[in-house]
């Protein structure tokens, strides 16, 4: 499956580095989701992207800062992250979103980031 | 806030045996979706349920929507061990945007051959 591809696939970063996540989408999808899977809590939706235009924040800190500048391409800006900010980093994307029945979304790969 | 509440969080299954994962909404579901999750893999939708009482069936997998909207199950027969992997439920809310789908916390299944 390569609809979804995200970049890099594994990140070691420093406490005081300033980093990015990229994800791309193949599929002709209008939504974009940045989600964080760590061990011991459920799938967290951080941010939507729908027709570029951010249609939720799930009270992220400002240390991660999103960027959509189209509808193919996602970015998760890092800065100043702390050690529980480790986890797997997941990108989907959806043909569009919508109020009662909606959309499956498609994820990418994930990118594993440990903060030290 | 809306919570997705998911039982068991592991289940050990013979090869050949059945099993079920069960989800519970805090609030009605316009809708609500399934996943897998192969170890060190990435969540793969499964299927989305949208009317009360609906039933859906994939080959060994059957798949129900509660008769008020707030839970559902994925019951597999007779599990293989490519069944492997963790099973996730997510809902959107009612009224809510289907941008907001909340993950319940999944049940990690393992299969014994």
């Known amino acids: 499956e390569t609809g979804v591809t995200q970049t890099p696939r594994h990140l070691v970063m420093g406490m005081t580095n300033k980093k990015s996540l990229k994800c791309e989408q193949h599929?002709?999808?209008?939504?974009m989701y940045w989600y964080k899977q760590s061990a011991k809590k459920p799938l967290e939706l951080m941010f939507v992207y729908n027709f570029k235009e951010q249609t939720e924040n799930n009270s992220v800190p400002s240390r991660f800062s999103p960027e959509c500048p189209n509808s193919s391409h996602l970015f998760l800006h890092l800065h100043t992250l702390q050690p529980e900010d480790s986890a797997l980093y997941l990108c989907?994307?959806?043909?569009?979103?919508?109020?009662?029945?909606?959309?499956?979304?498609?994820f990418g790969p994930g990118t594993r980031l440990t903060v030290t | 806030g809306q919570q997705v509440m998911q039982i068991p969080q592991y289940q050990h299954v013979q090869e050949g045996e059945d099993f079920t994962t069960y989800c519970n909404s805090s609030?009605?579901?316009?809708?609500i979706q399934w996943y897998k999750q192969r170890p060190g893999g990435h969540p793969v939708f499964l299927i989305q349920?949208?009317?009360?009482?609906e039933v859906k069936k994939q080959k060994r997998l059957t798949f129900q929507f509660g008769e008020a909207k707030k839970n559902s199950s994925l019951h597999i027969t007779a599990t293989q061990t490519t069944d492997v992997g963790t099973y996730f439920c997510?809902?959107?809310?009612?009224?809510?945007?289907?941008?907001?789908?909340?993950f319940g916390k999944g049940t990690k299944l393992s299969v014994k051959p």
């Open positions: 349920l949208v009317k009360s009482g």
């Open positions: 599929l002709g999808h209008n939504a």
């Open positions: 997510a809902g959107v809310e009612y009224g809510g945007s289907q941008g907001n789908l909340i």
């Open positions: 609030t009605t579901l316009s809708n």
């Open positions: 989907a994307s959806s043909h569009t979103i919508s109020t009662g029945g909606g959309y499956e979304q498609y």
